[in-house]
């Protein structure tokens, strides 16, 4: 399933409140990733928190970035 980002929060230490564009909101702990490569780097929670939208996913000042496919796989449904 390939569905676009279209808003991202920050939220709590290293976890992303993500929308995607049918509507749906996860959430995804980013922790279990720092450790790896570029994202090595957003263990600085300044870094971290630069994150954006790009085109159809997120991006962070870094220019680490992440397909919407795999947040959206590893993301886990907020219900409100």
């Known amino acids: 399933m390939y569905l676009a980002i279209k808003d991202v929060k920050v939220i709590g230490d290293y976890n992303?409140?993500?929308t995607f564009e049918n509507g749906e909101k996860r959430k995804l702990d980013m922790l279990p990733y720092l450790?790896?490569?570029?994202?090595?780097?957003?263990?600085?929670i300044s870094v971290f928190k630069t994150v954006r939208i790009s085109f159809d996913t997120i991006e962070w000042a870094n220019e680490a970035d992440l397909d919407p496919e795999f947040l959206y796989k590893y993301s886990e449904k907020i219900i409100e």
């Open 16 to 18: 992303l409140m993500l």
């Open 35 to 44: 450790d790896k490569g570029i994202f090595q780097e957003l263990k600085d």
